[in-house]
């Protein structure tokens, strides 16, 4: 079954030192493949809130588990507004 998975990672600002938070999504089609459609979602320090995007040398990232994540469009199709807009206005929507 296809799942999408939120990656963190953190490492140290440039700034002040403080921890980044960088996270990224791949989506799975199933237990055994490798995640494929991965995708940067941002990066911050939640210190100075400097937005420094990858790890500078000599420092390095460190990974935290992958955890399982809602695909945004579900979230979305889950909302009854969205479904009622689709039913009045079909045919501006497809
Ligand atoms: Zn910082």
Not at 29 to 36: D, G, H, L, P, R
Not at 38 to 56: W, Y
Request: charged share 20%.
């Amino acid at each position: 079954m296809r799942k999408q998975y939120l990656h963190l990672s953190a490492y140290p600002c440039d700034a002040c030192a403080g921890p980044v938070i960088a996270g990224w999504m791949g989506v799975r089609e199933n237990a055994i493949s490798k995640e494929t459609d991965i995708r940067q979602v941002g990066a911050i320090c939640l210190s100075c809130g400097h937005r420094q995007c990858a790890a500078t040398e000599p420092a390095r990232a460190r990974y935290l588990m992958p955890m399982e994540w809602a695909p945004a469009d579900a979230v979305k199709a889950s909302r009854l507004t969205s479904v009622f807009v689709e039913a009045l206005n079909p045919a501006e929507l497809h």
